[in-house]
């Protein structure tokens, strides 16, 4: 049993998604490893319409990730993505 909110559940509280290891490639795609050991592959591509993504257009800018608490950020925290949408999100 676990306490969340102060709401008791049942089982074992699940474990956080933290991405381990990401590898930018030329094409704005990321190879992603995250906690629970799955591989997948995300494409960045379409978010860099959005105005927060912008600055990622640059491609030097963009192979900057790095990863923090199992977040990949760039610009020293100004741009982050969170793992769960990443694991979502990707193939």
């Known amino acids: 049993m676990y306490i ?13 998604l933290k991405v381990v290891e990401a590898k930018p490639e030329n094409d704005y795609t990321l190879n992603l490893t995250f906690n629970n050991g799955i591989k997948k592959t995300f494409d960045f591509a379409n978010l860099l319409k959005i105005a927060c993504y912008k600055p990622l257009e640059d ?11 199992g977040v990949l950020v760039w610009l020293d925290g100004e ?13």
């Open 4 to 16: 969340r909110d102060n709401i008791a559940y049942a089982g074992e509280a699940p474990q956080l």
């Open 59 to 69: 491609k030097e800018t963009f192979r900057t990730l790095t990863i923090e608490h």
């Open 79 to 91: 741009i982050d993505i969170s793992p769960e949408y990443l694991f979502e999100n990707a193939i």
